[in-house]
């Protein structure tokens, strides 16, 4: 038995209860929640890396406290955000 086609409008009732409906309102958090939380991890991978480049450059936090209390910072200061 083939499936019945719907209209247009049919289409478009069927949207506006899916948007209405507190099934569809909850999955969306969750998946809203589940890609906040993978962009945190992708976040936290991009500043893995970009600690370990600095570190190799021999980088260290206290050099980024002493350029602050200096007055330094130019990209990096903490105001410039």
Request: aromatic content about 8%; proline content about 0%; hydrophobic content about 35%.
């Amino acid at each position: 038995m083939a499936k019945e086609l719907m209209t247009d409008a049919e289409v478009e009732i069927e949207i506006e209860r899916l948007k209405e409906s507190d099934a569809v309102k909850l999955a969306q958090k969750e998946r809203q929640y589940l890609y906040r939380r993978r962009q945190y991890m992708y976040t936290l991978r991009w500043y893995e890396k970009r600690g370990k480049e600095l570190m190799a450059a021999g980088v260290t936090e206290k050099d980024f406290a002493d350029s602050v209390d200096a007055g330094e910072g130019g990209e990096h200061d903490v105001g410039s955000c």
